[in-house]
């Protein structure tokens, strides 16, 4: 076998070189697998670690024992093909070569992952996820139809410097809270009836009007608390029971100061004015106490049973005065309604009777009229026929003869082909026509 390492042989000399370096690096991976590398504290890194490493090994045994062939295969031809063995031998290690490129593009290389940095990357994501639970234990939430106000749950302090927050998230800090007052319309009800559901059941209100009489007044109001002034309610009361209690509290005495105002009759016959009078205690009283007066329903009176039964017997006597009153103002009312159909009917007569007497002076003028235009027309008819039959002698027709003339032609105008014999001395005996037929 002749010596490899010849002139123009450069080409094999940097093969073997690269396959001496390919074999250091085959033998460095077996000492990696022996156990030289540092144990990696995280159990999931190590499998990761050696998977790799297996794969590392795998794909360096299969280069080598290709590179074993194509040394083989080299030093065969060699001796019987210089040059064909080593353009041979240049396309097998290229080949060999590709295929071990091709090898390592797959592999992972985790040689840059030391220790330290997957303990800082560890570090890193335990960061992120205790800021991530930080954040969402520092977004609170205010239920719908809820103000609230900020509490710390640690030592229970509320801030009422920050003011009140309305319905939903709010980023105020995991170790904060909340304190819920409710911000819809509510119903304080002064009645001896059981109220409906989340309504406080109150007493009725009982008062003494100005005439000294007792009574109990049963009363509806809706108020609602005040957002900017929540913090200043807070102060006063803590809870909604408090506040809801400073409220009654407030309202009795304004209504039982309002009705001291009024007598008892008031209610009947002054309601309206009561109802105002109310109305307006109650919104004062309440903007007292940072409230709101929505609205306000004054529905039932209780008094002693001889009080009442005398109210009762005032109104009735007044009623059936009322009903008197309305009887004899109908009365009045059908007796002037009849005195004014008597003068329309009278009326009606004095009217028809002179449009009767106009109707027939208006009728007989106008047939008087009618007859005298007849006569005047008749007049110029005969002297037209005058004329026209007068003789040119200048002799005319006497009044007779226009007579007859005229029964002639009123004859001839109901018979058709007739003639006349004119001019004789005596008129005929007899007159002969033909009839139409």
Request: hydrophobic content about 40%.
């Amino acid at each position: 076998m002749e010596p490899l390492h010849q002139p123009g042989c450069t080409s094999l000399c940097g093969l073997e070189t690269l396959v001496r370096r390919i074999t250091r690096s085959s033998r460095s991976g077996s000492n990696l697998s022996s156990g030289v590398a540092e144990p990696l504290p995280n159990r999931h890194w190590q499998q990761q670690e050696q998977d790799s490493q297996c794969e590392g090994q795998q794909d360096f045994a299969a280069a080598v024992r290709q590179e074993d062939v194509v040394l083989e295969g080299l030093q065969n031809y060699a001796l019987q093909n210089r040059g064909a063995a080593l353009q041979n031998y240049a396309l097998q290690a290229h080949d060999a070569t590709q295929q071990k490129q091709d090898a390592g593009r797959w592999k992972v290389d985790l040689s840059w992952c030391t220790p330290r940095i997957r303990m800082g990357g560890g570090c890193l994501v335990v960061l992120f996820i205790i800021l991530v639970i930080f954040l969402g234990a520092s977004a609170k939430k205010v239920r719908q139809y809820h103000y609230g106000l900020v509490r710390n749950s640690i030592t229970g302090r509320v801030a009422v410097e920050k003011g009140a927050y309305t319905s939903g998230v709010h980023f105020v800090g995991f170790w904060n809270g909340f304190v819920l007052f409710p911000s819809t319309i509510r119903n304080i009800q002064f009645s001896s009836e059981v109220p409906e559901t989340g309504v406080q059941q109150v007493a009725p209100l009982k008062v003494r009007s100005s005439d000294s009489l007792p009574m109990q007044l049963e009363i509806s109001v809706q108020y609602r608390r005040r957002e900017s002034e929540l913090p200043q309610l807070f102060q006063r009361a803590m809870t909604s029971r408090l506040q809801e209690n400073i409220f009654i509290s407030v309202l009795s005495a304004a209504f039982i100061k309002v009705m001291s105002l009024h007598e008892a009759k008031d209610c009947w016959t002054g309601r309206s004015k009561l109802l105002a009078d109310f109305l307006r205690a109650c919104q004062e009283s309440l903007a007292q106490v940072h409230a709101v007066c929505w609205g306000l329903q004054f529905y039932r009176i209780a008094m002693a049973s001889k009080y009442e039964q005398a109210l009762v017997s005032t109104q009735v006597q007044k009623q059936q005065e009322t009903i008197e009153q309305a009887r004899r103002s109908a009365a009045r009312v059908r007796a002037e309604t009849e005195v004014l159909l008597q003068t329309i009917r009278a009326n009606i007569s004095v009217l028809e009777t002179k449009s009767a007497a106009e109707r027939y002076q208006l009728l007989v003028g106008t047939q008087a009229l009618v007859d005298a235009r007849k006569v005047v027309a008749e007049a110029n008819a005969t002297s037209t026929v005058r004329e026209l039959l007068r003789l040119p002698s200048g002799i005319e027709l006497s009044g007779a003869q226009l007579t007859f003339y005229q029964q002639t032609l009123m004859l001839s105008s109901n018979l058709t082909g007739t003639r006349f014999l004119v001019g004789q001395s005596t008129p005929p005996s007899h007159v002969v026509a033909l009839s139409r037929l």
